[in-house]
């Protein structure tokens, strides 16, 4: 498809469960963007990479959270043992990469609820 | 205190009415200023980019930005509807991507009323 894409749109899990949430950057953008953004409080920037590398992981909140890229594409972002405040849509975006200027495009988003 | 505020709303208004957005920002090394548009269940789309003090039209909506006073607006005019939906500002220092490629405001949640 010509944009992003997240899957799964919806995640329904039990408190201690881990979850893997899956990102597809539109082909060519090098730059890729996690964000989290919870009822009232905006987004939240979680991870960037750029290519297969992170070099910014400064808004995973905790050890629980990780996230990897292959193949300079499809992005990975896991939670282990969750908590009910993971609660949150998570937000993928890609840019073309290089001088940013801030032109990101959004995937729909993965709604994480845990019980 | 946050480096962007936004007034999260809601903001009604009927059908036709003269809208305006804002942020106001405390980091001055932003530069460049964005609106995204999200419709509910949907992903942020970007509207509007600015990085000069001044008005930048297009359509129906114009971005604001003040740089002095540390502020930017959107205008939208002859609302519509279809314009419901969370606005959100955004800005960079342009320091190249990570956690200095943007910072969000809360968003503002506009209903147009038909």
């Known amino acids: 498809g010509a944009g992003v894409s997240q899957s799964p749109s919806n995640k329904v899990t039990e408190k201690g469960k881990d979850v893997e949430l899956r990102c597809d950057p539109i082909?060519?953008?090098?730059?890729l963007y996690w964000y989290r953004q919870s009822l009232g409080q905006g987004l939240e920037f979680l991870i960037y990479f750029q290519g297969n590398s992170a070099p910014d992981k400064s808004g995973l909140p905790s050890d629980r959270f990780s996230a990897e890229r292959t193949g300079g594409s499809v992005s990975t972002l896991t939670i282990q043992r969750t908590q009910q405040e993971d609660s949150a849509v998570y937000l993928c975006?890609?840019?073309?990469?290089?001088?940013?200027?801030?032109?990101?495009?959004f995937g729909e988003g993965s709604r994480l609820t845990v019980l | 205190q946050k480096e962007v505020e936004q007034d999260p709303g809601p903001l009604s208004v009927p059908e036709g009415a003269i809208v305006s957005l804002n942020c106001t920002y405390s980091?001055?090394?932003?530069?460049?200023f964005m609106w995204y548009r999200q419709y509910s269940r949907k992903g942020p789309e970007l509207l509007m980019y600015t990085y000069s003090s001044g008005n930048k039209e297009d359509g129906r909506f114009t971005a604001q930005l003040n740089k002095a006073s540390q502020y930017v607006s959107l205008l939208i005019r002859d609302s519509q509807p279809s314009d419901s939906a969370t606005y959100l500002c955004?800005?960079?220092?342009?320091?190249?991507?990570?956690?200095?490629?943007?910072?969000f405001g809360k968003g503002t949640h506009l209903i147009i009323q038909p």
């Open positions: 980091n001055s090394a932003f530069q460049y």
């Open positions: 955004a800005m960079s220092a342009g320091s190249g991507g990570g956690a200095d490629g943007l910072t």
């Open positions: 975006a890609s840019s073309l990469g290089g001088w940013y200027t801030g032109e990101l495009f």
């Open positions: 082909s060519g953008h090098t730059a």
